[in-house]
């Protein structure tokens, strides 16, 4: 009886292990962490989807996200969207993102993100997404964007189908 209490127990931490490393979705290079990418499912025919992720730079010296690039997408490019003059406008950052020292950027809904244009298909919730990543000094690493269903806290997406 022992025995099979203890393989029972056994089995569950195992299976608690499986589980959280297949929900940690974080990547390193360098001094760089990048937690969490993600994306939105995608209608048939949605010519574009957005990326995004957090990322630390744990250098005592700025770094800078200079690309991204994926199979799935004819382009993919760093953009950035805000409000002007009352007035939603998104705008790519050819130069890129700066990643100060000690600090967090955020890739999220409304602010900077990965703009993947003419997505050769949809992306359905569950999947992930390969983005190779690259940066200034840290070097490039291919991380996967999770495809997630939208969440009711988090604003609506409007690059998908636009």
């Known amino acids: 009886m022992k025995l099979r209490t203890r393989l029972a127990a056994t089995a569950g931490i195992t299976l608690a292990l499986l589980v959280a490393a297949a929900s940690a979705h974080e990547y390193t290079i360098g001094s760089i962490e990048i937690g969490h990418p993600w994306t939105r499912p995608t209608p048939p025919g949605a010519p574009t989807a957005a990326g995004y992720m957090t990322l630390t730079n744990n250098d005592t010296k700025d770094d800078r996200l200079v690309s991204a690039e994926t199979d799935l997408a004819a382009v993919t490019e760093l953009h950035r969207s805000e409000m002007v003059d009352g007035v939603m406008r998104m705008r790519a950052q050819p130069e890129g ?4 020292a000690g600090e967090t950027v955020r890739l999220e809904p409304g602010g900077y993100h990965l703009m993947l244009i003419d997505v050769k298909r949809p992306f359905a919730a569950g999947e992930r997404i ?5 940066f200034e000094s840290a070097g ?5 964007l999770s495809v997630d269903a939208p969440k009711a806290h988090e604003p609506a ?5 636009h």
Not at 130 to 134: I, Y
């Open 97 to 100: 993102l700066v990643l100060p």
């Open 130 to 134: 390969p983005v190779t990543l690259t």
């Open 140 to 144: 490039t690493v291919t991380v996967e």
């Open 157 to 161: 997406d409007t690059h998908v189908g």
